[in-house]
């Protein structure tokens, strides 16, 4: 238990936690039927991940202050990085495409 509490104090639990994090990214890529859109969908989440995580280890090994916020404000357009990405990829889904139909009302009727 001893050995944990120090990896913890060292930010070692937090490196071996990116590095799982980038493993389980790549893994779930590699065994997708499209690995490439799959990392891509991934990516952005877990950069996010990564800079919150480096942010704890350099919080827990009581390095400046400075990098701690650094790291953060990484994160944080990570994040929105990602979430813009997904709703751009989610509007395109959601927007209304009835000058396709050839009888809308119809189609309305049936489900």
Do not use: C, Y
């Not at 238990?1 to 936690?17: D, I, S």
């Not at 997708?32 to 919080?59: D, E, I, N, V, Y």
């Not at 709703?87 to 495409?97: F, G, I, P, V, Y």
């Amino acid at each position: 238990m001893t050995m944990l509490f120090a990896w913890l104090e060292a930010g070692w639990l937090a490196f071996a936690a990116i590095a799982i994090l980038w493993l389980e990214t790549l893994l779930l890529s590699i065994l997708s039927s499209t690995p490439k859109a799959r990392f891509k969908a991934l990516a952005g989440g877990a950069l996010a991940g990564t800079f919150l995580l480096a942010a704890l280890a350099l919080a827990l090994r009581g390095e400046a202050l400075g990098w701690v916020l650094v790291f953060l404000t990484f994160s944080l357009f990570a994040h929105l990085l990602d979430v813009t990405g997904r709703l751009k990829d989610q509007s395109a889904e959601l927007s209304r495409n009835t000058e396709k139909l050839s009888n809308p009302a119809v189609l309305t009727q049936r489900r």
